[in-house]
Nanobody, 115 residues
Framework: QVQLVESGGGLVQPGGSLTLSCTAS????????MAWYRQAPGKQRERVAA???????NYGDSVKGRFTISRDNARNTVYLQMNGLKPEDTAVYYCKAVGLRVEYWGQGTQVTVSS
């Protein structure tokens, strides 16, 4: 089992920045990919960014150039640096860990972009 705990959400004005953190614990040795997803009210959950154990990254089209995913293996933590936030970025952000035939989700953290 893997436990994921997200933090760093909150209220920010348009154009502002936030950094989300996701710390993993438990049986993490078989986790290959860590990812951030988000879900806005009335919308489907969408993948925002992902990073492999080797450090390769990819991003959703709506956040390219604004968000950066990174990982600190020593701390078992994945970060999502979000710059240039827009009201449409408002959502609950979830961390996901993917291994061989298993996946785990965090509880989510709310990000609200509003003036």
């Amino acid at each position: 089992q893997v436990q994921l705990v997200e933090s760093g959400g909150g209220l920010v004005q348009p154009g502002g920045s936030l950094t989300l953190s996701c710390t993993a614990s438990g049986s993490i040795s078989n986790i290959n990919v860590m990812a951030w997803y988000r879900q806005a009210p009335g919308k489907q959950r969408e993948r925002v960014a992902a990073i492999t154990s080797g450090g390769s990254t990819n991003y959703g089209d709506s956040v390219k150039g604004r968000f950066t995913i990174s990982r600190d293996n020593a701390r078992n933590t994945v970060y999502l640096q979000m710059n240039g936030l827009k009201p449409e970025d408002t959502a609950v952000y979830y961390c996901k860990a993917v291994g061989l035939r298993v996946e785990y989700w965090g509880q989510g953290t709310q990000v609200t972009v509003s003036s």
